[in-house]
């Protein structure tokens, strides 16, 4: 800034030359800029990493800060989408449970306007299901176990002591504890530290057939007996997948680690009447634990595996049937999750998604 080199005199006499400002729309607009200039605004916000929702984000932020009185100029406002942009996918790529933080607060004199900072915040499902334990009461899936489960263990028909059963992404147990207990030798693997805990204390205090495992079922370094097992389940666990190569390989895992003639069943959710996901309901649909596949996704993770599709049901219409009166729903969250409504929250339609029970035989 240069100074000035009027005297006290010149500024004087320049003041008395300006004209009388009365005009009231004139002198309310400069008082509320005044006014604007002794606010301080200060916040935080915090926006799920969804690469897909960039403009939707930026255009938010554009009209709070207007709102504000502090609006970005276009040459902010491009260097504000690159940055997020990049953010958002570095924070998604990383985990669909990311979080970008947008902190402002205002500038330090000499500095005027707000100054903006960006970070990441990444979560895992881990971390996010530790934060259940720690803040949500028990039963944390449901107190009673899948209904569909109980009834293929029955209907095999075989001597559950000769039946070995693996329970991929066991949770606390809600699978592997009961059919323990009707003698199955169950192997429950599972990625979450605090739900590993849980099953293994009540294996011990109970004297259960059970082998627990902990890590993650696409791990290559987790590994289960080739050709060993009758019976695979998979029960919410393919709702945290990323893609469909993901789901590929957990189907060729399990086609290496079942018997000829075993039994697969897992659930997923899938589009209804040929819905095709476009890349934002995709990637909201992983933040929402609701991880969306096509039947054509479907198609092409069993192609080629010696897979035979033997039965396709909805969850929802199937616990509600056949779980115990006192089990259902299996907890508050259920309901609306299983039918897709965690992702969309429509109250007066069907989401074109709903978690479904498949069930193949390994040839």
Request: charged letters at 20%; a negative charge; hydrophobic letters at 40%.
């Amino acid at each position: 800034m240069v100074a000035s080199k009027d005297t006290p005199a010149d500024t004087l006499s320049k003041t008395e030359q300006l004209p009388l400002v009365t005009d009231p729309t004139v002198l309310e607009q400069v008082i509320i800029n005044k006014l604007n200039s002794r606010i301080y605004p200060r916040g935080e916000l915090v926006m799920p990493c969804v690469p897909a929702m960039l403009d939707h984000y930026v255009q938010r932020l554009k009209i709070l800060f207007e709102t504000l009185g502090r609006a970005f100029s276009p040459e902010e406002l491009e260097q504000l989408r690159q940055v997020m942009g990049r953010r958002l996918q570095e924070g998604f790529s990383a985990s669909p449970h990311s979080n970008i933080i947008l902190k402002y607060e205002p500038a330090k004199p000499p500095n005027v306007g707000l100054t903006c900072n960006l970070s990441t915040a990444v979560s895992s499902v881990a971390d996010q299901y530790k934060n259940w334990v720690e803040t949500r009461k028990p039963p944390l899936f449901g107190s009673h176990a899948d209904a569909k489960v109980l009834k293929l263990a029955a209907e095999l028909g075989q001597d559950p002591g000769s039946t070995p059963v693996l329970d991929v992404g066991a949770g606390t147990g809600r699978n592997t504890l009961p059919l323990a207990r009707l003698g199955y030798l169950v192997h429950a693997i599972e990625l979450t530290p605090a739900f590993v805990e849980q099953i293994q204390a009540a294996v011990e205090a109970e004297g259960l057939p059970v082998v627990v495992t902990p890590g993650n079922i696409l791990d290559p370094m987790v590994r289960m007996r080739p050709a060993h097992y009758k019976i695979a389940i998979v029960s919410e666990v393919i709702s945290h997948f990323r893609d469909a190569d993901q789901l590929r390989l957990l189907l060729a895992k399990m086609c290496d680690v079942l018997r000829s003639g075993g039994l697969l069943l897992f659930n997923s959710f899938l589009t209804v009447d040929g819905y095709e996901p476009p890349r934002a309901v995709r990637e909201m649909s992983e933040v929402a634990w609701s991880a969306i596949f096509t039947r054509s996704d479907l198609a092409l993770a069993m192609e080629g595996l010696p897979l035979e599709l033997i039965s396709d049901e909805s969850v929802f219409e199937y616990e509600k049937q056949h779980l115990p009166p006192e089990a259902w729903p299996p907890t508050g969250w259920f309901a609306n999750w299983s039918t897709g409504r965690d992702l969309f929250p429509i109250v007066n339609g069907k989401p074109p998604m709903e978690l479904r029970w498949l069930l193949c035989k390994r040839l």
